[in-house]
């Protein structure tokens, strides 16, 4: 029994004792007690507005920008990708909607030239780098001292709407590759898009083949919240048309009397709202109007909540020590400090170490450059001498040379002298 049912019990037991003794009576004038505590909330956040992540996975021209135009009954003027991009890139688009006075702050981050590889192998990557930087931004908000998050903008992911290219006969591998490598990261809601573009027989199978092919591959999609009695009929049901079927158009169509959203073919047309013709209702229902709350929950509560986990863990924190006992913050921040000095100090010493070995090493290596020089210098004092000496040995023979051949020269002039004497006297005989 709440307060306020006390107080009014009370209030009407007093009013009618009065009434039995004759007395006036007093109306109370307006409401009270705590059960116009929502009403605060309500009130708060259509001030604060509301903000919605949404991630759309899907090949280039599968539909994504149309639905989104669809779902929220707007164009937000999305311009076409090619299909020549070299790999996988993002593209993040903000906008504030007004319905009523409801301000409603949408993200839309859109795949662009997904599919479009030879490789495809590493077209999931950029897709898991986004949406784990979404989360490190948040934790490191929440890690800050002076933390904002009045101001602060949450571009985590609520949503992934995963395209799948209508192709009636299973998913690709891309769509496996991918989806494993998110589903503990992001609730993903499977869409078959394009659904017009096939038959109602073909696309019940198609739909069967899809959830048998994520189960075995043990991708684990979002599933409609059961466990609140108000929703728990629409939420089993919606469980039971995953993947959604969707087609997308903001084309207005002549029905009858009536104009409706949909597409026109010569044989008849598709009207985006009516539940016999695709499940784009229930996902629009879905989204906005029953669970954009539990998928920002769980956003907050699974997703987030494990990359805070895994990342807090790889920093060494932990909330029991080895002997399991519980430790506080406080004591794994002294012991992480303590390791680390210790490790500096250790660092610093082998850095000491391996300089003195370098600085021996090098002067090892002086010494030894030294010793060869010297060798060299005494090497070529040694081969400069003995050139010196054999250069003067020459210069003695030379000059020895250069003395007997002066005086042979001094000797044979003495003998042409006797000679012409002799020839003089001989010549004197003979007169
Ligand atoms: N038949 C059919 N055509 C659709 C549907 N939704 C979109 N289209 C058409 O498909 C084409 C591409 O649609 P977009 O919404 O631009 O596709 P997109 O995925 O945003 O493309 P990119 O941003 O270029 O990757 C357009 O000509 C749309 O009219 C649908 O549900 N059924
Ligand atoms: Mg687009």
Redo the contacts with the bound molecule.
């Keep these: 029994m709440t307060f306020s049912i006390l107080i009014n019990i009370f209030v009407f037991v007093f009013f009618s004792k009065q009434k039995e003794d004759n007395i006036r009576c007093l109306t109370t004038l307006g409401h009270f007690g705590f059960d116009c505590l929502p009403q605060q909330l309500v009130n708060k956040s259509v001030q604060q507005g509301f903000f919605f992540n949404i991630l759309?996975v899907?090949?280039?021209?599968?539909?994504?920008?149309?639905?989104i135009?669809t779902l929220f009954n707007t164009n937000l003027k999305?311009?076409?990708?090619?299909h020549f991009y070299p790999n996988v890139r993002l593209?993040i688009q903000t906008y504030e909607l007004q319905e009523s006075n409801i301000q409603l702050n949408l993200t839309v981050v859109?795949?662009?030239g997904?599919g479009d590889q030879i490789n495809k192998e590493g077209s999931y990557q950029p897709i898991v780098d986004y949406i784990d930087a979404q989360f490190e931004s948040y934790l490191q908000e929440e890690l800050k001292i002076k933390r904002s998050f009045v101001d602060y903008h949450d571009s985590r992911i609520h949503v992934c709407l995963y395209?799948i290219s209508p192709t009636g006969h299973s998913l690709k591998s891309l769509d496996l590759l991918t989806m494993k490598n998110i589903d503990s990261k992001v609730n993903i809601i499977p869409l078959i898009?394009?659904?017009?573009?096939i038959s109602k027989n073909d696309l019940q199978k198609f739909k069967c083949k899809i959830m048998s092919e994520l189960i075995s591959n043990g991708i684990q999609i979002y599933q409609f919240p059961t466990d609140d009695e108000a929703t728990t009929d629409v939420n089993t049901s919606m469980n039971g048309h995953l993947p959604f079927a969707?087609?997308?158009?903001t084309d207005e169509v002549k029905v009858g009397k009536r104009m409706v959203r949909g597409?026109q073919y010569p044989w008849g047309v598709?009207q985006v709202e009516n539940e016999n013709h695709c499940n784009f209702v229930k996902l629009r229902d879905v989204l906005l109007c029953t669970n954009m709350e539990d998928l920002k929950e769980q956003t907050h509560t699974w997703h987030y909540e494990r990359y805070r986990c895994s990342k807090l863990q790889k920093m060494g924190f932990t909330d029991v020590g080895p002997d399991n006992q519980p430790v506080s913050f406080q004591e794994i921040y002294e012991a992480k400090r303590q390791d680390f000095l210790d490790q500096c100090q250790r660092e610093e010493e082998q850095l000491k170490q391996k300089f003195m070995q370098r600085v021996k090493e090098k002067e090892r290596a002086f010494k030894e450059a030294e010793k060869e020089l010297q060798d060299k210098f005494e090497h070529l004092k040694r081969v400069q001498q003995e050139e010196t000496m054999k250069l003067e040995e020459e210069r003695r023979q030379l000059e020895e040379e250069i003395i007997d051949f002066y005086k042979m020269k001094a000797a044979s002039g003495t003998l042409q002298t006797q000679e012409c004497t002799n020839i003089r006297k001989d010549k004197d005989r003979k007169k």
């Design positions: 759309c899907g090949e280039t021209g599968i539909g994504k920008s149309t639905l135009d999305d311009k076409k990708s090619s593209k859109k795949t662009v997904y395209f898009a394009k659904a017009d573009t969707v087609v997308g158009s597409r598709l």
